[in-house]
């Protein structure tokens, strides 16, 4: 690297080389790739032993996708009705994005990839953590499947630990240190209705970051970044 270069990381999904992006497959072909991993997700049953309702999968996927939000896991509402942020956490984080729920569930717009792709369960405080198996085996796969992506949206702790490349104390202080992590990835708390207290405590985030991350995302779906 010469002196005084800056080097960007590219987004999740996109692979750079020495001269720019690497050229991949056709439309068509990744297209049939994806419908073929989707496939082998949905069938998997790695954890099932350990899943109290059993694997089902929640994920949305498409190798056109500019925006990816990476979450922990899906609740019971998601898993009953295999959509993803089909709740009030999803009301909430569609709010942030100021996006439609049109807009957020266009496969082609947005991919929601969860660190763990099944309901793992609730424990005394909430959902269980995502199982750690579903990330090992499938993360790099589902990543790489998304060829486009421009923005990553990073949701909570174990999202966090796995896609920024700097990790800090805490949730607060990674979400605080927003501006550091470039254009492609924006870590964010949780939208849960859990979390009312902590938005409360940091009016920055509503202040500061939610403007920011409103323009970022109409600035990806009008693909003028």
Not at 83 to 108: C, H, K, V
Not at 142 to 153: C, E, F
């Amino acid at each position: 690297m010469a002196t005084g270069e800056v080097r960007v990381r590219p987004p999740d999904g996109v692979r750079s080389s020495g001269t720019g992006v690497r050229r991949g497959p056709s439309d068509a072909a990744r297209g049939a790739a994806t419908v073929s991993l989707l496939a082998e997700v949905r069938a998997c049953r790695l954890c099932a032993d350990q899943l109290p309702l059993g694997p089902r999968p929640v994920l949305q996927l498409d190798s056109r996708a500019r925006i990816l939000v990476a979450g922990q896991a899906p609740g019971r509402k998601a898993h009953v009705s295999g959509i993803p942020f089909s709740d009030a956490s999803g009301d909430r984080l569609r709010d942030w994005m100021g996006l439609t729920s049109e807009q957020f569930y266009d496969p082609a717009l947005v991919a929601i990839v969860p660190m763990g792709l099944c309901f793992p369960g609730t424990g005394t405080a909430g959902d269980l953590p995502p199982r750690p198996e579903c990330a090992a085996h499938w993360r790099a796969r589902l990543l790489a499947s998304l060829p486009a992506l421009r923005l990553t949206l990073v949701i909570g702790r174990h999202a966090m630990d796995w896609h920024l490349s700097r990790a800090r104390s805490s949730v607060t202080a990674l979400v605080q240190g927003w501006r550091e992590h470039g254009p492609h990835h924006l870590p964010l708390p949780h939208p849960s209705p859990r979390n009312h207290r902590w938005l409360q405590r940091n009016p920055w985030f509503a202040l500061e970051l939610l403007p920011a991350l409103r323009a970022r995302v109409q600035q990806v779906c009008s693909g003028t970044d």
